[in-house]
């Protein structure tokens, strides 16, 4: 993030504007809808202010003189649109002041730029692409003003009105935010946004204690709870809009090695977060420990989210981790995800059941050989039975050794799927007799192996099918023309 958002306050100075056209108008009227006091040096000497609301005007000072020897004093910052040269030579004598300086399309000389707005009186949601794209933000800009709520702004102001006044009546802290996310989320905030504002008035100022409405216990203490959230095999727009609202409203979040950065980025940002997972071959804090965390955080008064790589109840430890917490009398709830194997189908097309072909599917872990060597392969070989192993790259010798030994045939297709959903997602596909190969062309878990004729439909084995029949009519052409 090469650009820190900000907000600019409007009341504390004025702006300076250099710059004539369509360009410097279509700035001009932005800030003064925005209500800022505005000071217009037009370079073409043209300061016709028609198009703007009568009550801007008046907030609005055109100056003929020369911007690059004009008083900065009072100016908070300046814009050149439509400036030409000028705007350059400003850019100079801004950063010479250290006052912040946007010329319009040139970043080299900007030092702060203008997102797309969306404007809801006092939510303002602002949408920047670096520069880079001006149509992208538009874009994003459009799919927010889709979805927010047209007095999402009265229902700022509403709380804004009480918030004071509220806090003053309840002493904890964490109490408070939790007050005003049932406001918002329940029927209160539904009044507003439905433009009852005065009905919403009357049922807030009818709770009697707010601290209990917020859900203090009977020492009047905000109550923790854990939830086990699955975060899906990486891709962050897998999440649940349930896990998306148990990772907003967390105070701590408890995350394994597998949580890609991009879904932490989803945490509220005044969150704690605790990484507690390992890596294979790396020591990690223990199960036990991780319990202990959890237990902790609640009966603090946190809201507690331990958040899991694809879903808490395959291969997560969530049903030991639940088992834990209820008998310590914690309240829990769990967010299924998607687990890695459901990522790996979808993403490479390897459907799992295939009608006539696989019935059955069987989800097990090998994480290492002697993980492998316990499985009871004999009743893995139907050939309608689609095999999903988890961590089973190590095992991968062993793996095949114990199915090739109970009967599945050599030639059953296998494919090894690597870091599924993420940009630098990979596929092998081949035999089952050359599992620990295929294994090897994989640049790093983690990894799962799905082990079954419906690999044979998948996107990586189609290809491959194409280059092998490619292969085959070059052999044939260069045959041909030997004899």
């Not at 004539?20 to 016709?48: E, M, N, S």
């Not at 020369?66 to 008083?71: E, F, H």
């Not at 993420?422 to 799962?448: C, M, S, Y």
Request: with cysteine; glycine share 10%.
């Amino acid at each position: 993030m090469r650009y820190l958002p900000v907000f600019l306050d409007l009341q504390s100075g004025k702006v300076l504007l250099v710059g004539a056209g369509d360009l410097a108008r279509a700035k001009l009227r932005l800030l003064a809808a925005a209500g800022a006091q505005v000071r217009w040096f037009a370079t073409d000497g043209d300061h016709d202010l028609s198009g703007i609301a009568a009550e801007d005007v008046a907030r609005i000072e055109p100056d003929a003189g020369d911007p690059l020897t004009a008083d900065l004093s009072g100016v908070i910052a300046i814009l050149c649109a439509g400036a030409g040269d000028i705007g350059v030579a400003m850019s100079a004598r801004a950063k010479a002041v250290g006052l912040p300086v946007n010329v319009m399309d040139d970043l080299v000389h900007s030092t702060f730029i203008f997102p797309a707005i969306v404007d809801r009186g006092d939510v303002v949601v602002a949408v920047g692409t670096g520069g880079t794209s001006p149509v992208v933000a538009r874009r994003v800009r459009e799919s927010i003003e889709a979805v927010l709520p047209a007095r999402i702004g009265d229902l700022a102001s509403f709380i804004g009105g009480f918030r004071k006044a509220m806090h003053a009546r309840i002493p904890e802290f964490s109490l408070r935010r939790r007050f005003w996310e049932r406001v918002i989320d329940g029927p209160i905030g539904a009044l507003v946004l439905a433009g009852r504002k005065d009905e919403a008035e009357k049922e807030l100022q009818a709770i009697a204690n707010p601290s209990a409405f917020a859900g203090a216990n009977d020492q009047g203490k905000a109550d923790g709870r854990v939830t086990l959230v699955g975060a899906g095999p990486g891709d962050p727009d897998l999440l649940t809009i349930k896990a998306l609202r148990a990772l907003q409203d967390a105070d701590v979040v408890f995350y394994d090695e597998l949580v890609s950065p991009e879904i932490l980025d989803r945490v509220r940002r005044d969150a704690s977060r605790i990484p507690v997972g390992r890596r294979v071959g790396k020591p990690g804090i223990g199960q036990d420990a991780i319990n202990k965390l959890l237990i902790e955080a609640a009966r603090s008064g946190q809201r507690a989210v331990r958040l899991k790589g694809g879903d808490p109840f395959i291969f997560g430890r969530g049903g030991e981790e639940i088992e834990v917490l209820r008998a310590a009398g914690v309240a829990y709830s769990v967010v299924p995800g998607i687990t890695a194997g459901l990522g790996a189908a979808a993403q490479f097309e390897a459907p799992l059941t295939y009608r006539h072909e696989a019935l059955r599917i069987t989800f097990l872990t090998a994480h290492k050989a002697r993980d492998a060597e316990t499985v009871d392969w004999s009743v893995l070989t139907d050939k309608k039975m689609t095999i999903v192993v988890y961590m089973g790259m190590t095992a991968a010798p062993a793996i095949r050794a114990g199915l090739l030994a109970a009967g599945r045939l050599p030639q059953t297709p296998v494919g090894v799927f690597a870091r599924v959903t993420r940009p630098d997602a990979q596929a092998v596909v081949g035999t089952l007799e050359h599992l620990p190969a295929l294994v090897e062309q994989i640049d790093g878990g983690p990894a799962v192996l799905i082990i079954g004729d419906v690999v044979a439909h998948s996107a990586p084995w189609r290809l491959a099918s194409s280059n092998l029949a490619d292969l085959d009519q070059v052999i044939s052409e260069l045959r041909d023309a030997a004899e």
